[in-house]
């Protein structure tokens, strides 16, 4: 019998081929010192997974990377190594590792490493990402949706309220860089994110409600701070998002089928 | 109103001629019958090693049931019967011998189309019973068992399917016989399910019980489990039978003539072979005299069924109209010790929802929560998400797509027997 491909390895890696361009840009734009920052990242992201490949069989995955990635973009620059490692090994291990490797895991680890730093150390300011990264995001969100890793239904249900948000005029001219990085690199990933086809729209829209959210009533936010927690919120309900759609879904079946 | 199937994937394994030559018919010089180690098929021989049979002779009856036998694939001499302790089957070998002829069954009464008992007493008489099959938990129906709706497969989206279309174009008389024939097995819908554009066949004169299933989409949507679970689940107490569509135009013949339809429509297909072809064969078959002379030089196996649910086999397997000879070693490659290890260490592996996988299941049913529920073992999950409809064949494209160890159609069949022993202890 043949035997396809798309194992957690291959999703993994796709994950990464979708984030090439976004990664491309911000090496441009940031330079050496970021250069610096993600190998930093990728290696204790890699140690922790090694830890575990040793003491918990479990295999190492390139979603390690994923992780790295989106937390060197993110992360505060004006904390210390301890803090960042604290951080760094309070997501990878509390929630990602702990349940099992990626693919086991509820929440995106580089969310919850991003909301502890957040939480943990608030007097460190947020980078702020310039547009083009912003824009990068768009090229990411394609080919992740062309290789079947991002769920077009997620970044749409996103869309369709930030559209109905700025027809009501609420002003997204300063934090949108910050909310389409975010949206590609934490909101998508196939794992913590809703599972179900009614869920991922659901998902996809309670994020960008909350974005409208804390837009509107969190003064004095930075706009990659608010979208974390938009991102850390959203990813909370996914799997109530998830059962919404199931019990839809068989109500639906039982009046169609009896 | 539900919406209009799309979705699937296409799986290419290697292209399949055109069907405009006339389809060769190839009687194999072996035919041979196996059962499973764990089938459980207890048997009574009918005939003895050596005796000749006439095509369509019964030659085993289960011990179980009684009413149900099996037929001689062709004019044979018996070279083998080959039973486990207990009577269990494991084989049953037969050399052609053409003289032998055929054996005639009494339809009459069945062919009058008003006896029911006469018409389930006929298809179990002369083998045809096999024909169906019946969920949830798969396997040939108890001859006592109503369906309450049965299936009529006249698509078939496997890779490297034969066309239904293909089998049963000329036939289509005998196949609205065969479907009225269906109707007096149980009271419910048959639905005869097939490729979008023109109807198959002739509706009129069949009543309202007759539904047609215009169905597009790619794989899976050619196979029963998927039909079913989106129009008429199967539960327990509520049987539904799944048929292929060649089999019911052979019914439809067998009632008119008393004889049991020698052929069946196959594709012979797969990556060792220098030439695709079809034939029509008797069930059974030879596989490697299929597909002899035509194999590339190398190593092969021979799978009975698509490169996506096949087994290796020697014999054509019941209900198969497919063999597959793929080249190269089966099984997996031999990898690193280490890398093993840590597979088998994290046992079962995780899976990921994309949409490839959406698409695997035909992207219209919360295919991650099904898949969770099957890897966790969680029975009443999987039961309300409809698992009771689906069989082993369904769960292979998943199997493909995703290389998952352990592999869903394993853990589905364990699960269902399961729930079958606790149903039934």
């Not at chain 1, 309670?206 to 004095?220: N, P």
């Not at chain 2, 699937?8 to 394994?13: A, E, I, K, R």
């Not at chain 2, 486990?84 to 069945?110: C, K």
């Not at chain 2, 030879?286 to 590339?296: A, E, P």
């Amino acid at each position: 019998m043949i035997r396809g491909l798309w194992d957690r390895e291959t999703v993994a890696l796709m994950v990464l081929a979708s984030l090439l361009p976004l990664t491309v840009m911000w090496l441009q734009v940031e330079g050496i010192a970021a250069v610096g920052r993600l190998i930093f990242f990728l290696v204790f992201a890699g140690i922790w997974h090694v830890v575990f490949m040793l003491a918990r069989a479990q295999p190492p995955s390139f979603a390690g990377a994923v992780t790295a990635l989106a937390i060197a973009i993110l992360v505060p620059r004006e904390l210390n190594v301890v803090q960042v490692l604290l951080g760094l090994s309070f997501g990878v291990v509390m929630a990602e590792l702990v349940f099992g490797g990626w693919g086991r895991n509820i929440l995106n680890p580089a969310t919850v490493m991003l909301s502890f730093v957040g939480f943990g150390f608030p007097q460190a300011p947020w980078p702020d990402l310039i547009a083009q990264i912003g824009w990068a995001a768009i090229p990411a969100a394609l080919v992740g949706w062309l290789t079947g890793v991002f769920s077009a239904r997620i970044i749409l249900g996103a869309l369709v309220v930030f559209g109905i948000a700025s027809l009501g005029g609420v002003d997204f001219s300063d934090i949108y860089p910050a909310v389409a990085v975010v949206l590609v690199l934490l909101v998508c990933d196939p794992v913590a994110s809703a599972a179900t086809q009614l869920g991922r729209w659901l998902y996809g829209a309670l994020f960008a409600g909350l974005i409208v959210l804390f837009t509107l009533y969190w003064q004095g936010a930075a706009a990659i701070q608010l979208s974390i927690a938009a991102a850390l919120l959203a990813n909370l309900c996914a799997p109530i998002l998830d059962e919404i759609a199931i019990a839809s879904w068989l109500a639906l079946r039982r009046r169609n089928l009896g | 109103m539900q919406w209009p199937i799309r979705g699937g994937l296409s799986v290419h394994v290697a292209d399949l001629p055109a069907p405009s030559r006339a389809v060769p018919v190839q009687i194999t010089e072996e035919a041979g019958l196996t059962a499973a180690w764990d089938d459980d098929f207890r048997v009574e021989p009918l005939v003895a090693e050596g005796d000749r049979v006439a095509q369509g002779a019964p030659v085993l009856r289960s011990r179980h049931y009684p009413e149900i036998v099996v037929t001689a694939p062709m004019a044979a001499r018996v070279a083998k019967i080959g039973l486990n302790a207990g009577r269990r089957l494991s084989r049953i070998v037969f050399y052609a011998e053409s003289e032998a002829g055929r054996h005639s069954f009494d339809t009459s009464a069945a062919n009058s189309l008003d006896a029911p008992a006469a018409m389930r007493t006929s298809l179990q008489e002369s083998g045809l019973w096999s024909a169906f099959r019946s969920r949830p938990f798969g396997g040939e129906p108890v001859p006592a068992e109503v369906p309450t709706a049965i299936f009529v497969m006249a698509i078939d989206t496997r890779p490297g399917a034969p066309e239904p279309r293909l089998a049963l174009s000329g036939h289509e008389e005998e196949f609205a016989r065969g479907l009225r024939a269906l109707t007096m097995l149980g009271d419910g819908p048959i639905f005869v399910c097939q490729p979008r554009g023109k109807t198959l066949f002739d509706t009129s004169g069949l009543g309202e019980r007759v539904r047609v299933i215009k169905s597009g989409g790619q794989h899976p949507w050619g196979l029963p489990g998927f039909q079913i679970h989106r129009n008429y689940p199967a539960d327990t107490g509520k049987p539904v039978w799944d048929v292929h569509a060649e089999d019911v135009a052979g019914i439809g013949a067998f009632l008119e003539t008393g004889l049991v339809p020698e052929t069946r429509l196959i594709s012979v297909t797969g990556s060792a072979l220098r030439e695709q072809r079809y034939v029509h064969c008797q069930p059974g078959a030879d596989l490697r005299g299929l597909s002899h002379g035509l194999v590339k030089p190398g190593r092969h196996s021979i799978l009975s069924g698509s490169a996506l649910d096949g087994h290796e086999a020697r014999w054509l397997g019941p209900r198969q109209r497919q063999a597959t000879i793929l080249s190269g070693e089966s099984g997996q490659h031999r990898r690193h010790w280490f890398l093993s290890a840590l597979q088998g260490a994290s046992r079962p592996l995780p899976i990921i929802p994309t949409a490839a996988l959406d698409q695997a299941m035909g992207g219209s049913l919360p295919t991650a929560a099904l898949l969770r529920a099957l890897s966790a073992g969680d029975a009443e999950t999987a039961v309300k998400l409809g698992a009771l409809s689906f069989l082993a064949e369904d769960m292979a494209l998943v199997d493909y797509v995703t290389g998952a160890e352990p592999r869903f159609s394993d853990v589905l069949t364990t699960l269902l027997e399961r729930i079958a022993e606790e149903e039934v202890g």
